[in-house]
């Protein structure tokens, strides 16, 4: 682009400098410097070198042009944004509420260009035949050195440098004497590193399935769709196993013959090693996969692959959506309910969101995935946003699994006090007597702390918000409180029932590794793995456990929701969730859901194969939407529950709900700025209708000394929410608060 000023943005987090600074670009860089280039520039009074980002080349110059400096260079091996990523930053940074450097950043998820690897090889020049003969020559003339590579080389005619010089221990003198008497030669290859499976063996497998009509009836709409320059969103609800990935890979492979690019989307823990196999299998080269497991050089190699057109595929978690593609035309985003597509930091976007927008602005096609849809996009399917496709049938075989919901409530009356209910205790006495496997899932979701009565079901919850309270201990006086996580509402603990009168009221605790020591102590011939945070945190622990478990070498896997994803254990004919209500009672509008998702999850492990499967939900509320939906694997009859409670109390998707976070490490000061920024709220709204919960202490109110302190606004628009955000955004600008101190979430999916 040519023109003799850069409008910059700099790379310093800090909102005072988050807008663009004007630069004259020296003769020697006109037209050179390009839209979305990191460059090094001066900045301030020091004039201190800096790195920034061009967001554009003008030939207006907005400033007096003999006060503007000049840019100093180009960052060497920096990455440069297309500029179709810096609207997709924009948008980022106008929707969800961040500096415009830290959307370019997340847009950008590899900062710098790393060298390629350079392999040398040392290639035979000659027929084994005469190599061999060359071999003995040497030998008899006592070059023992000569000889030995020779021979090496009769094997194997190419070897890797280092191993010849290393391994073999031939001297580069004599490697030169060879290559002068053109008996080889040294050949050198930059090669990308490679991050696909190696030695796959499995061939026959994976090879192509014809589709059934009903997957063929998917596969043709969004094609033809696709054709007729009809760009929407598709959302894909199918159980586990009813060929939802065999449809993505043939809509992949029709989208490259016409001659687009694909991203799909998996969360890191479903994305096994199986599938990948699958999609190498099919599509050879032209995939690569992004995931943390790789190094930093590995995944600069294969955004730059990615850039270069070299690849068509990229598989990954949330940020392979940022993979540089120029001929996008399709994303697929696979289990698209999960809660690991939204982003944790600010800006605290949704992948499905975002996809959206990408699509929008590259002209592709979106298409979801899950066998529970989000609640959100079954709403929008509902209402015509996105086209709405269903398959029913399990396509490798395998019957849904008999599910009991055990009431513990009958358990305590009973007598029973332990963790598992009467069933689940004798079904897995029948499972090791068959030598069958187990699964326990203990359902535990960050810091439950709810307080429900183990007589009545009973559960204490907010009276404005609808959702359960959490156990707290006061700071001071070590007195039990019962808080609500949304606005704020704190009871005193309770001590009795307020339903029935019973003393068995209390938070509700249980681990892992508890019911480890029971299974000892019950079943002491059993073998037990556990799969939780604690067996997984050295590397490749996480495969290691499912590779024995798999290999049958242990009859009961007991673990957290982390089990749930991915893997089928063939031999697993019983599945147990020992505590349905976990999840039920976080304390946030999304409870019901997750819940829902999980149960359904955790019953679909069972009977897999021919042998058939039984469930036990344990629970103290057996008569909650969730698990009496999720237990039928009734997934529309849930929907219809959950939304009507959205609609009621305004949650997400009927409404929308921004959270406003102040984090300091001075308490005045994050009260001092929550109250300000709540009552500037208020005043933006007037007169028009808003719902404003606290503001209040966040429920970790907390962490590493540095306070945090909420409020909620909820409106039914969206857009009515950012213009809210900007307002409180010019506020902290205006008063100079340190940026990174406030945080805006929308739709949030957790509480704080
Ligand atoms: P999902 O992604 O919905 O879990 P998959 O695409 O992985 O489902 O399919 C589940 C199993 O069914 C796989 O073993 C797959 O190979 C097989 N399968 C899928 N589609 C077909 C088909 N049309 N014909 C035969 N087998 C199929
Ligand atoms: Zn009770
Ligand atoms: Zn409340």
Not at 94 to 102: L, V
Not at 569 to 583: E, P, Q
Not at 684 to 706: H, M, S, W, Y
Request: glycine content about 6%.
């Amino acid at each position: 682009m040519i023109g003799r000023f850069a409008n910059i943005i700099v790379d310093i987090s800090h909102e005072k400098v988050d807008r663009p600074f004007q630069y004259r670009i020296p003769e020697a860089l006109i037209g050179q410097l390009d839209v979305g280039m990191a460059v090094i520039i001066p900045f301030g009074l020091g004039n201190k070198r800096i790195k920034g980002y061009v967001i554009e080349i003008t030939d207006k110059v907005e400033y007096d042009e003999q006060k503007l400096k000049y840019v100093d260079s180009i960052v060497k091996g920096g990455i440069s944004a297309q500029s179709d990523s810096l609207r997709l930053a924009e948008w980022i940074r106008q929707n969800y509420g961040s500096t415009m450097i830290a959307a370019l950043k997340t847009v950008l998820p590899v900062k710098k260009k790393l060298k390629q690897v350079i392999r040398k090889n040392i290639v035979c020049k000659v027929d084994a035949q005469t190599a061999a003969a060359k071999a003995d020559e040497f030998a008899k003339k006592h070059q023992n050195a000569k000889a030995r590579l020779m021979q090496e080389l009769v094997l194997q005619p190419v070897l890797l440098h280092t191993l010849v010089t290393g391994k073999l221990n031939i001297a580069a003198q004599t490697i030169r004497a060879l290559e002068k008497a053109e008996l080889i030669e040294v050949q050198v290859e930059g090669t990308y590193r490679s991050v696909l499976p190696k030695n796959i063996t499995d061939l026959d497998n994976w090879k192509k399935k014809q589709l059934s009509p009903n997957q063929n009836v998917i596969v043709d709409n969004i094609i033809s769709d696709f054709k007729n320059n009809i760009r929407m969103t598709y959302l894909v609800h199918g159980v586990t196993g009813s060929g939802k990935t065999e449809v993505y890979m043939e809509l992949i492979e029709k989208m490259i013959a016409e001659g687009r690019q694909a991203i799909m989307l998996i969360p890191e823990i479903a994305l096994t090693y199986q599938t990948l196999v699958r999609f190498y299998q099919r599509f050879g080269d032209r995939v690569s996969v992004i995931n943390s497991r790789l190094s930093a050089g590995e995944r600069s190699d294969q955004y730059e692959r990615a850039a270069r057109g070299e690849i068509d595929i990229m598989i990954g978690p949330r940020s392979a959506l940022f993979t540089p593609f120029k001929r996008l035309g399709l994303v697929i985003i696979d289990e698209e309910h999960e809660s690991s597509y939204k982003s944790e930091s600010m800006p605290k976007y949704h992948a499905r969101e975002v996809a959206e927008e990408l699509c929008r602005i590259k002209n592709a096609s979106l298409v979801l995935g899950s066998a529970t849809p989000s609640v959100e996009s079954y709403y929008k399917a509902k209402k015509g946003e996105m086209r709405l496709f269903t398959l029913k049938e399990r396509l490798a075989g395998g019957q849904l699994p008999k599910v009991y919901v055990e009431d513990l409530r009958n358990e305590l009356k009973s007598g029973n006090r332990s963790i598992l209910s009467r069933r689940l205790y004798d079904l897995i006495r029948d499972r090791l007597q068959k030598k069958e496997q187990t699964i326990l899932f203990i359902n535990r979701r960050g810091y439950a702390g709810f307080v429900s009565c183990r007589a009545c079901g009973h559960v204490m919850k907010c009276p404005h918000c609808d959702v359960s309270l959490s156990e707290h201990t006061n700071r001071f006086k070590n007195k039990s409180m019962l808080v609500c996580h949304y606005c704020g509402y704190t009871i005193p603990g309770v001590t009795s029932c307020p339903q029935c009168g019973s003393k068995y009221i209390l938070g509700f605790r249980a681990g892992t590794q508890q019911i480890e020591e029971f299974l000892h102590r019950e079943f002491p011939t059993a073998r037990v793995l556990r799969m939780d945070a604690d067996t997984t945190k050295g590397k490749g622990s996480y495969e290691r456990i499912l590779s024995q478990f798999a290999n049958e070498e242990a009859d009961i896997l007991v673990g957290t929701q982390m089990i749930v994803k991915g893997h089928d254990f063939a031999k697993v004919t019983l599945v147990g969730i020992l505590a349905a209500d976990m999840s039920l009672h976080v304390g946030d509008y999304r409870a019901g859901e997750r819940t829902f998702q999980l149960l359904t999850q955790a019953a679909g492990r069972a009977g897999r194969s021919a042998l058939p499967g039984e469930v036990v939900i344990q629970t103290y509320q057996p008569e909650h939407y969730a698990v009496v939906h999720a237990a039928n694997q009734d997934y529309e009859h849930f929907f219809a529950e959950e939304i009507a409670y959205r609609d009621l109390m305004m949650y997400p998707p009927v409404a929308h709900m921004l959270a406003v976070l102040v984090l300091s490490n001075d308490e005045k000061m994050a009260e001092i700025q929550i109250n300000t920024l709540a009552e500037q709220a208020k005043q933006q709204f007037g007169n028009r209708k808003f719902v404003l919960i606290g503001p209040t202490e966040a429920c970790i109110g907390k962490i590493n000394d540095i306070y945090r302190y909420i409020f909620y606004i909820k409106h039914g628009e969206y857009q009515v929410l950012t213009a809210v955000k900007d307002a409180l955004e010019q506020t902290v600008y205006a008063r100079k608060w340190n940026a990174d101190s406030v945080q805006f979430d929308f739709d949030p999916l957790n509480n704080y």
